[in-house]
């Protein structure tokens, strides 16, 4: 999906000149803009009525509306040669062309629209002002540039906030795609990452236990069949994710033997709770390979899921060697945790970052939380 496509689509029913790699695309006649333009220039014709019909001098109510309607209509007339060049022939032209068209049609508009009602008070004598013409022709005149400026002013902000919103669309779309972009490539690291590891555990005992190491390889193609189905979906069940950290800890289990003991302490009311995958099981391959393989003892590794509030809490804690005083996330190596915690930050925000409290010799607590919906 291509910045292009985006534009295109977002554009294809518009009639705004939205900017598109240098280009502007083509304002288009609708029967919609059409219908507001006639709208607007009746309700211009009767607030042009109003007036006049309370003035004192009794002029008949229709003879005003059809003046004032013979009015509007020329004024309309006469300004659609000016849509039609600066709105429609223009629309490639920069800004200060457009200003430039406006500073010449702007005084031509009004004496134009300004004679023609003058001439016509003259001719026909339609005593719609109440006084000479003469005395009021500045007035006219005045009128006259002021429907000029709130017809296009109108139309140049309404294009402008529209303009606005689409680019605002688009740089949404765009925030989505590189999210979507940035996820894929983190998804794309931790199952190499996860592979290398695993096989590692078995290569490391290859050498010593045959059958162990048949089952291990067996138990590894399960879960790369997970690893692949998986890696399409965005979010998983919360089941679905805890079966494969199992299956995980049992293959490890081959290798450590009795070393490793491990606990689930889980609200079963969150199995559907949907999460993305691959994000429990790198904590817990973490925990194991760096907190509980160093010890000659073992230790236990115990995973925590439980409602609080409006938010799940995800803690994984181990018994092992814990952390010294570098925070792992800081680290130049390495993508485990760091890979989680971007993953989470991109599609959860600030609050669902991972959270490390540990010191030497203590073992290591890692938390996160999701919202509940």
Request: glycine share 4%; with cysteine.
């Amino acid at each position: 999906m291509s910045f292009r496509w985006i534009i295109n689509r977002m554009t294809e029913k518009s009639s705004s000149r939205v900017q598109i790699s240098g280009e502007y695309s083509k304002p288009q006649i609708t029967k919609q803009g059409v219908t507001i333009v006639i709208s607007a220039w009746l309700i211009y014709t009767l607030l042009e009525v109003l007036p006049h019909a309370l003035k004192p001098h009794h002029i008949p109510f229709f003879s005003i509306l059809f003046w004032e309607t013979c009015h509007s209509a020329v004024k309309f007339i006469t300004s659609v040669p000016i849509w039609f060049i600066v709105i429609r022939w223009m629309y490639k032209k920069r800004w200060y062309w457009k200003v430039l068209a406006h500073i010449v049609f702007f005084p031509a508009y009004g004496i134009l629209n300004s004679a023609y009602q003058y001439y016509i008070e003259v001719w026909f004598k339609s005593g719609l002002y109440g006084i000479p013409i003469q005395n009021v022709i500045s007035w006219i005149l005045y009128f006259n540039l002021l429907s000029y400026i709130i017809q296009f002013a109108i139309y140049h902000g309404y294009e402008n906030l529209k303009e606005l919103r689409i680019k605002e669309r688009i740089a949404m779309q765009l925030s989505a795609l590189q999210k979507e972009q940035e996820l894929a490539t983190l998804k794309s690291q931790i199952n190499p990452h996860f592979l290398f590891n695993t096989l590692n555990s078995i290569s490391a005992m290859a050498s010593t236990d045959a059958e162990g190491t048949r089952t291990m390889i067996a138990q590894l193609a399960d879960l790369l069949r997970h690893v692949i189905e998986g890696s399409k979906d965005d979010r998983i069940p919360l089941k679905e994710e805890l079966q494969f950290v199992k299956d995980y800890i049992d293959l490890e289990s081959i290798r450590m033997g009795e070393r490793l003991t491990t606990e689930f302490q889980v609200d079963q009311s969150l199995a559907k709770f949907p999460i993305p995958p691959m994000i429990i099981q790198p904590l817990v391959e973490n925990a194991i390979k760096h907190g509980i393989s160093p010890l000659r003892e073992g230790g236990k590794v115990t995973v925590q899921i439980n409602k609080n509030k409006n938010t799940v809490v995800f803690r994984v804690t181990d018994t092992g060697v814990g952390l010294n005083s570098t925070d792992p996330l800081s680290k130049a190596s390495g993508i485990g945790l760091k890979n989680i915690d971007s993953r989470l930050h991109i599609i959860y925000g600030e609050s669902a970052r991972l959270k490390i409290s540990s010191s030497k010799n203590s073992g290591c607590e890692i938390t996160f939380s999701l919202p509940l919906k």
